[in-house]
């Protein structure tokens, strides 16, 4: 079968640094993404990683090892904004995607 | 700006109803998909389009068909609506090529009674 594994909850604290980790199990790979969903919102596209390493957009960041099927995103500097849910999504052959069932990040002041 | 539009935020039907949800995206994107969103379960693949008249089925066919009659336009149809397919429901579209975001539509939140 196809799964994707990921924590269901994290708590942080704000300006504090979080990592979610995201391992996967797909028949097919092409690569990895993140999502982020507000309550109430639609989710928007976080990050891509096709190839392994680390990609960085502004204090997010996120990583690939396609050997470990493993990947996470990181997130710096958390904000009470940050809180929200986050998906990992693995893009197999001809853009059928699968999702995780998400992790719910709760910020602390 | 992509957009997607869905074209309707809520839906009540009931039970035994041929229900229609439509999506719409101005971006030219080549790649569709429709998702229903449950609590806990994340977002699961019901169909996607890769290109006018052409569909496959993703994770939870079961129950649903679609329709890419041109490229802007995916409807997703419930043929005979049932209690379990309470959900929301997600657009998406996708370039493919040099992107691999998915722009995603509001949701219809669908209730069937």
């Known amino acids: 079968g196809q799964s994707l594994e990921q924590p269901s909850e994290v708590t942080a604290v704000e300006g504090a640094i979080v990592q979610i980790n995201c391992t996967y199990q797909?028949?097919?790979?092409?690569?990895l993404s993140w999502y982020q969903q507000h309550d109430g919102g639609a989710p928007t596209f976080l990050s891509y990683n096709g190839l392994d390493g680390l990609e960085e957009t502004g204090r997010f960041s996120s990583f690939l090892s396609r050997s470990d099927s493993y990947g996470y995103l990181l997130l710096q500097e958390l904000q009470m904004k940050d809180s929200a849910s986050y998906f990992c999504?693995?893009?197999?052959?001809?853009?059928?995607?699968?999702f995780g069932a998400g992790t719910r990040l709760f910020v602390k002041a | 700006d992509v957009k997607v539009t869905q074209s309707s935020r809520y839906l009540v039907k009931r039970t035994g109803e041929k229900v229609f949800l439509e999506c719409v995206q101005d971006?030219?994107?080549?790649?569709m998909f429709w998702y229903r969103q449950d609590p806990g379960l994340g977002l699961r693949l019901i169909y996607f389009?890769?290109?006018?008249?052409?569909?496959e089925k993703g994770d939870i066919p079961e129950g649903y068909s679609v329709s890419r009659e041109k490229k802007e336009r995916f409807s997703l149809i419930l043929e005979s609506a049932s209690t379990n397919q309470t959900s929301m429901y997600l657009c998406a579209s996708l370039m493919g090529t040099s992107s691999y975001e998915q722009y995603f539509g509001p949701g219809t939140r669908l209730t069937v009674t």
């Open positions: 797909t028949s097919g790979f092409y690569g």
């Open positions: 389009s890769y290109d006018v008249k052409m569909k």
């Open positions: 999504a693995v893009l197999t052959g001809g853009f059928k995607t699968i």
């Open positions: 971006m030219d994107h080549e790649n």
